[in-house]
């Protein structure tokens, strides 16, 4: 089976899900985020953006999503900014049966990540909300190319789950 791709902004449930997905289809998960920090030399992500910048970090992110592209069986997270990248895009397409992006409204993005702000270097910015609202514009053509989207706003973890496992079902993916 291809690859199952979960894409969307931070702080819409793309780790949480792609772990669930692949414990409940028995397929490797793999997160680009965690592959980039390895190839980086264990640096957590904002640590890489805070003493490369973030064209050197979406360079080792293009790199990641190279190599995975030819994993069958798993479960694939990307960074939030991945897909913005048409190559990236290009290769997830292909290696993938379906590209599936969480999305959630700013003010939740906010909540869910108000305790991450020096996790999250993107958000590091006096106004959160702005900033968020800022990178989902300038996104949102990026995001619109995914197969499936679905708002995670209202949805607990387990809903998500519920509604992309149906989504795989009607389309002959994975099992059930």
Do not use: Q, W
């Not at 953006?49 to 990307?78: C, M």
Request: charged fraction near 35%.
């Amino acid at each position: 089976m291809k690859s199952i791709v979960i894409t969307g902004f931070m702080g819409t449930g793309k780790t949480t899900a792609g772990k669930r997905l692949s414990e409940e289809y028995n397929l490797e998960f793999i997160d680009t985020d965690e592959l980039i920090e390895k190839k980086a030399g264990n640096k957590k992500v904002n640590k890489i953006f805070a003493e490369f910048g973030e064209a050197h970090f979406r360079k080792l992110e293009k790199d990641v999503i190279r190599e995975i592209a030819a994993k069958k069986d798993s479960v694939i997270a990307t960074g939030g900014g991945a897909i913005v990248d048409k190559e990236n895009l290009a290769v997830l397409k292909k290696c993938s049966s379906i590209i599936i992006c969480l999305t959630s409204r700013p003010d939740v993005i906010v909540l869910r990540t108000r305790n991450e702000k020096g996790v999250r270097p993107l958000l590091n910015s006096d106004n959160p909300l702005i900033k968020i609202e800022e990178l989902l514009k300038k996104r949102v053509d990026a995001y619109s190319k995914a197969d499936i989207i679905i708002d995670t706003s209202d949805l607990t973890p387990d809903e998500v789950i519920i509604k992309i496992k149906n989504i795989l079902k009607e389309r002959g993916i994975g099992k059930d």
